[in-house]
C-alpha cells in the first residue's frame, strides 16, 4: 500500500484526506492518505521513520520552515520563500517543495483577479510569503499586515526579483487593508473574525 499524509499540528481539523482519499478513488488508485500530528521540532524524526512504501508528504503549520531545514534538497522556490507544503522521496532522499506560489497563482487566474494593482495580505507567515512570491507576479503595491514585524526580512526575501512595491502595516491596521482591491488572509481559522 502506497502511504500519503498531512502533518501539521494542529491537524485534526485538515480536510487533506477527504480530498486527497477522494481523488485516489477517482482515479482508481490503491492509496492511504491520512493526518498524522507532528510538533514543531519533530520533522526530521517522523522522516526517519518513514519505511520506502512513503510516496510523499503535505506540510503545514508549523512545519513549512523546518521542512526546508531537514530535507535533503530543496526546490528554488521552496528557498526563495522560506517554506515547503510538500515533501517527496526521490533515490532515498527527501526532497522539499513549496507548491503553495502556483497555488495561490493558479486560483487568482482562474477568479480573475490578477488584475489587481493593490493587494492586501494578511499575516506574516509561511503562507503570507509564498502569497508575496505569488501576487508579485502582477501587483504593483503589497501592503502585508503583520502581529510580528521581525518577519519583514523574510517577506522581502520572498518577493524575489519582483518590482513590487512591499510595505508593512501593523494587525492593529488591518481595517484599511480591507479596502485592497485583492485580500488575501493567510491567518488561521478564527484569527481574523474579530
Same mark, same amino acid.
Given at each position: 500500500?502506497?502511504?500519503?499524509?498531512?502533518?501539521?499540528?494542529?491537524?485534526?481539523?485538515?480536510?487533506?484526506?477527504?480530498?486527497?482519499?477522494?481523488?485516489?478513488?477517482?482515479?482508481?488508485?490503491?492509496?492511504?492518505?491520512?493526518?498524522?500530528?507532528?510538533?514543531?521540532?519533530?520533522?526530521?524524526?517522523?522522516?526517519?521513520?518513514?519505511?520506502?512504501?512513503?510516496?510523499?508528504?503535505?506540510?503545514?503549520?508549523?512545519?513549512?520552515?523546518?521542512?526546508?531545514?531537514?530535507?535533503?534538497?530543496?526546490?528554488?522556490?521552496?528557498?526563495?520563500?522560506?517554506?515547503?507544503?510538500?515533501?517527496?522521496?526521490?533515490?532515498?532522499?527527501?526532497?522539499?517543495?513549496?507548491?503553495?506560489?502556483?497555488?495561490?497563482?493558479? &486560483?487568482? $487566474?482562474?477568479?480573475?483577479? %490578477? +488584475? @489587481?494593482?493593490? !493587494?492586501?495580505?494578511?499575516?506574516? #507567515? /509561511? *503562507?503570507?510569503?509564498?502569497?508575496?512570491?505569488?501576487?508579485?507576479?502582477?501587483?504593483?503595491?503589497?501592503?502585508?499586515?503583520?502581529?510580528?514585524?521581525?518577519?519583514?526580512?523574510?517577506?522581502?526575501?520572498?518577493?524575489?526579483?519582483?518590482?513590487?512595491?512591499?510595505?508593512?502595516?501593523?494587525? &492593529?491596521? $488591518?481595517?484599511?487593508?480591507? %479596502? +485592497? @482591491?485583492?485580500? !488575501?488572509?493567510?491567518?488561521?481559522? #478564527? /484569527? *481574523?473574525?474579530?
Amino acid at each position: 500500500m502506497t502511504r500519503l499524509a498531512v502533518l501539521g499540528s494542529p491537524i485534526a481539523h485538515s480536510l487533506s484526506p477527504t480530498i486527497h482519499l477522494a481523488a485516489y478513488r477517482l482515479l482508481s488508485l490503491d492509496w492511504e492518505y491520512e493526518a498524522i500530528e507532528v510538533d514543531s521540532g519533530g520533522l526530521r524524526e517522523f522522516l526517519n521513520s518513514c519505511k520506502s512504501d512513503w510516496r510523499g508528504l503535505s506540510v503545514t503549520m508549523p512545519l513549512k520552515a523546518e521542512a526546508i531545514t531537514v530535507c535533503d534538497e530543496v526546490d528554488a522556490l521552496a528557498k526563495q520563500v522560506g517554506g515547503a507544503n510538500t515533501i517527496t522521496w526521490k533515490d532515498h532522499l527527501t526532497r522539499a517543495h513549496n507548491t503553495d506560489v502556483s497555488g495561490f497563482l493558479s &486560483a487568482l $487566474v482562474n477568479a480573475r483577479a %490578477t +488584475s @489587481s494593482k493593490s !493587494v492586501a495580505i494578511l499575516g506574516g #507567515g /509561511a *503562507t503570507a510569503r509564498a502569497a508575496v512570491a505569488a501576487v508579485g507576479s502582477f501587483a504593483e503595491r503589497i501592503t502585508v499586515y503583520l502581529r510580528n514585524p521581525k518577519r519583514e526580512s523574510e517577506l522581502n526575501l520572498a518577493l524575489g526579483l519582483s518590482s513590487a512595491k512591499l510595505d508593512f502595516a501593523p494587525w &492593529a491596521e $488591518v481595517i484599511d487593508g480591507l %479596502t +485592497s @482591491s485583492l485580500v !488575501v488572509s493567510t491567518t488561521p481559522k #478564527g /484569527a *481574523t473574525d474579530s
